[in-house]
């Protein structure tokens, strides 16, 4: 089983300033990791997927980064819709998927 | 435009039973692999389940096994997760989701319906 820590549980940071958030898999998960977005009441939205490759209509301020077992999602300049909770996903294990606990980006 | 609506949520008492279903329009169903993903209250993302677009393979997470039974009716357009020997640990909102490019990471999701299991 891969286990997905994400860090950190909460990040305060103030609207214009960049965030970064990490994510670590117990075991190489090579590039396939999938980052998601999910606001209040609303169903998860994918960002990234392949560690970096940004999905259909996602701003060029959403960028992932990494391979193996560490990964980032950094948000350039954060908007003010973009205060959420964010959960990266292995897929390397496929079908047995396993999601991290959350980073909840919150307005400082 | 792709639209998933699941139904079927409610209250049920430990150790019984709910169907789920998930209706979809949109884009081809039967081309489609599909997906149950669940999220207690307050806390994190679980997969729960896959079929193939046929229905030939299926697979399931482990706390879920044996209890639950996933199904579709191309025919209908529509996704099933049948549960049975409902625990408490089982209450969640339950999505179903699939990815409109890859059978890995999910693009598209329902809105969810709320399972919760208590007496």
């Known amino acids: 089983e891969i286990v997905m820590t994400q860090s950190p549980a909460t990040l305060s940071v103030s609207p214009g300033e960049r965030a970064t958030l990490s994510c670590r898999a117990s075991?190489?998960?090579?590039?396939?990791l999938a980052w998601y977005q999910q606001k209040p009441g609303q169903a998860p939205r994918l960002l990234i997927y392949?560690?970096?490759t940004r999905a259909t209509g996602i701003p060029a301020r959403f960028s992932g980064s990494g391979s193996g077992t560490e990964f980032t999602l950094t948000i350039s300049s954060l908007q003010s819709e973009d205060f959420a909770v964010y959960y990266c996903?292995?897929?390397?294990?496929?079908?047995?998927?396993?999601f991290g606990q959350g980073t909840k980006v919150e307005i400082k | 435009e792709v639209q998933l609506v699941e139904s079927g949520g409610g209250l049920v008492q430990p150790g019984g039973s709910l169907r789920l279903s998930c209706a979809a329009s949109?884009?081809?169903?039967?081309?489609?692999?599909m997906n149950w993903v669940r999220q207690a209250p307050g806390k994190g993302l679980e997969w729960v389940s896959y079929?193939?677009?046929?229905?030939?393979?299926?697979y399931y997470a482990d706390s879920v096994k044996g209890r639950f039974t996933i199904s579709r009716d191309n025919a209908k357009n529509s996704l099933y997760l049948q549960m049975n020997s409902l625990r408490a640990e089982d209450t969640a909102v339950y999505y179903c989701?699939?990815?409109?490019?890859?059978?890995?990471?999910?693009?598209?999701w329902g809105q969810g319906t709320l399972v919760t299991v208590s007496s």
């Open positions: 996903q292995q897929y390397n294990n496929w079908p047995l998927v396993a």
């Open positions: 989701a699939f990815g409109g490019w890859s059978t890995y990471y999910f693009d598209y």
């Open positions: 079929i193939s677009s046929s229905g030939s393979t299926i």
């Open positions: 075991q190489s998960v090579s590039s396939n």
């Open positions: 392949g560690a970096s």
């Open positions: 949109g884009f081809t169903f039967s081309s489609y692999e």
